[in-house]
């Protein structure tokens, strides 16, 4: 890599730095065009990985391509630090088991370790976001531990228990028996995985009765019942059992009312009885019901005064062993007993906590929930006005999330969160705080950490019985820390400031379909104000080569920092844009990334290399007063042509990204640099850069490729800022130090990012010659592909191209392009020929003599590469060949060269075979 394009963007982080750019990009756009950004809040537990930098270069795209639209755009940095995640992280390090060892050591040390955990590797994320250009007001973020981020979001839940949606209530809820606390149902959402494990078919007796009905049979033909068969995945729930539904209008409604031996004693009826909820195409069309530990279990035990027994404990443990291990000997037991039809094996999905990986359970109990199933409605009406991408998520993932809502568990019982705000009294009066003041008022006690234990200590006053008021003991769902902060983050209603609602855009992984994206509009919903945000890219998972997700337990997870240090972040930027389509996943490969850099990166580059290294100083001193569009005078059909090519990507790009299609917009920017700017306009273009008939002529067509460049840099800013940036600086004359030249014309911005975003000028862009110019390219990949099959090289020239349609009778000067990019000296339409294009192949004497000129030729320029020389840089070119060969080489005019006559040193030798001849090259390089 001859240019150290890492270096280069760490040399604009430093000028970004010092000039306070991204400050000055927020300030110099008016208050009254507000673009409102949400970062959703990561936890600074671990260090970022790889899928980090995909979800902060598509918050930063869309942020700075508003900024530059004129819309100013704060970018509020945040801080996720409450929660189960944090909490297991410490015990892993204190080597703690169980919450029995949390209260042993101590919440309050705990606690602590906790909120210093939270920011262990807060200077590796932000490093990263820095280097990767994310823009983000990081000196001022929310967090959501501080008193101020906690009191509204105890205001918040004041407000849904006024609401009567916040209740306390006995369920069955998904329960971690590792960590000790219910878990949401989005949360569980995130930890299903596919597991093999054994089903059984169990009998349970009938109880001695005659059938109710005569022509009632069993399926094995029987008269008489005297067994019923169930079958279940989970074993250790029989114990608990204490009754068999069916459906109450399927086949076997008329054993409603039978009642059999229990497989286990217990206070149960064992009864049958009926239950909409049971399906005949699953098991045996038989259910067994153990209230204790199934959510249909519960509802219809309420329904039919079915007693809840418990024989798991909160550890999932029965009779001292973990339930997965109880179900062997529970099975050899019913076998034992003559109970056990049979066995089989089955796969399907189990839930797993989805920070501990422990198998979860569902069980009874005591929970504070709110009421989502009461907004199921509105919650749909809210999502219909969210823009979403990918749009199938609207009605797919999330929509069938938001219909089959769930009540969400909000309670937990563990310890570094944020405390529920509700103290109860003996009396049963409960009452909900929702401010610090407030507390403060009732107890007569200052709050100074709202944390616990400190909260748990404060008591007041019952109002209803004079009794004593008492916190209950649970923190909430972390996830409603992060679902709040639209608000939270500006202290409101406290802070009695215009907070920004809603979100005109925010993004993160496809997983917070059930997370952040989630809550954001549960919370939003529940307090009347619609959706929490408007615009959303929903992006898919990184991936390694095999196909997997990226973790640090599997060893797979990509540093970031090895792949920038490499590449450059615009590189592994643009590698994310481009790749497919956001919400696909990523499939990471090296390979891939250093495709997309030589693909790309490099092509842009050269192309300014180009511009540079043929634009001698005084026509770049002129040419700095001229770029505008006014300033813009085409001269050739070409350059009409890449004007009016650009003016079409602008509208293009706008309106892909006006559409939040990121990758649409960033290929069509690449379609043009890499075919239209750099393939054709800069290649068609050669002669006019390097043998310029007249100075005035050069600088027209650096006007035209130095305004491309330009433009092209502002639409690439928001995509690859550092590039863009450098090219920028360089093209229009500013350094990285400002402004080095004033011009009543041109004014220049101290920064790229400073810029306003181009607009298309629709009267420059002309689609009959751009149609035109397709027919001119398609004719010469026609031609160039028939050159190829007849293995005759582009350099010698032929003398004619037949073509037979006449759609390709375009104008003169687009025919010359065909006769110079094909090599042919006349273009013939005849439409007798039988394929599309003929070449004549017959070489001349005169026309080999040509082509080996131009071989020769080619090999000097290489050498001037290989000596790194610059076209204002002047050689000597001598040679030695034989007599045939040299009398051609004497009719070279573009190099001062001539025979070899003395042993002179020379800067670089070469040897080359030229129609079969061996040629030596030997060049001087003139020094001053």
Known sequence: MKHNFPQLEKKILRFWQQEKIFEKSIKARPGSRQFVFYEG?????????????????????????????GFRVERKAGWDTHGLPVELEIEKKLGLKSKKDIEKYGIIPFNKKCQQSVWQYKKDWEKLTERIAFWLDMENPYVTYTPDYIETVWWIIK?????????QDYKVVPWCPRCGTALSSHEVAQGYKKVREKSIYV????????????????????????????????????????????????????????????LYPNEGPHRIVGADFVSEEEGTGIVHIAPAYGEDDLELAKKEGLPIVHTVDEQGRYKGKFIKDADKEIIADLKKQGLLEKTEWIEHDYPFCWRCQSPLIYYARQTWFIKMTALRDK?????????????????GRFGEWLREIKDWALSRERYWGTPLPIWQCQCDNIKVIESIKEIEKLSGKKVRDPHRPYIDKITFKCEKCGGKMKRVPEVIDCWFDSGAMPFAQAHWPFNKKEFLFPADYISEAIDQTRGWFYTLLA?????????????VISLGHVLDEKGEKMSKSKGNVVDPGQVIEKYGADTIRWYFYTLNQPGDSKLFAFRDVEDCFKRFIMTFWNCYTFFKTYLPQKCFRILRSEYSETGIKSQTLLDKWV???????????????????????????????????SLWYIRRSRKRFQRPETDKKLKNASNILGFVLLTISKLGAPFIPFLSENIYQRVSGATLRGVRFASSKFQVSRS?????????????????????????????????????????????????????????????DLLDLVKEEVNVKEIIFDSKIKKEIELDAKITPELKEEGIMREVVRYIRAMRK?????????????YSCSPKLAKILAKIKTEDIKPKKTEKKFDLEKQVKIDGEKLCLHIIVLKG
């Open 643 to 677: 004007i009016s090519k650009l003016n079409k990507l602008i509208l293009d790009v706008t309106s892909s990204l006006d559409n939040y299609d990121v990758t649409r917009a960033a290929r069509s920017i690449e379609d043009f640099v890499i075919n239209d700017l």
């Open 159 to 167: 407000q849904i228990w006024q609401k009567g949606l916040l209740v």
């Open 203 to 262: 009998k349970f007796r009938i109880k001695n009765q005659e059938s109710p009905k005569e022509s009632l049979r069993l399926p094995t033909g029987q008269a008489r019942i005297k067994n019923v068969i169930v079958w279940t995945t989970t074993p250790w729930t029989l114990p608990a059992n204490v009754a068999l539904a069916v459906h109450p209008k399927g086949k076997y409604k008329d054993w409603i009312g039978l009642e059999y031996e229990p």
């Open 752 to 812: 790229l990012h400073l810029e306003d975003w181009p607009k298309a000028n629709k009267r420059l862009i002309d689609e009959s010659l751009d149609k035109n110019m397709e027919k001119t390219r398609e004719l010469v990949n026609l031609a160039l592909a028939e050159r190829a099959k007849l293995k005759i090289r582009v350099r010698q020239p032929l003398s004619k191209l037949k073509v037979k349609s006449a759609k390709f009778k375009i104008n003169k």
């Open 379 to 395: 919650l749909l009406k809210n999502n219909q006005k969210i823009n979403w991408v990918p749009k199938y998520l609207k009605e």
């Open 866 to 878: 290989q000596l790194g020389l610059k076209p204002k840089d002047k050689i000597l070119v001598r």
């Open 523 to 535: 919370i939003s919903t529940l307090l009347g104000f619609g959706p929490a945000y408007k615009n």
């Open 41 to 69: 809040p990561p936890t600074a537990n671990a260090k970022p990985g790889l899928h980090h930098v995909l979800a902060r270069v598509f918050k930063d795209i869309i942020c700075r391509y508003k900024t530059m639209q």
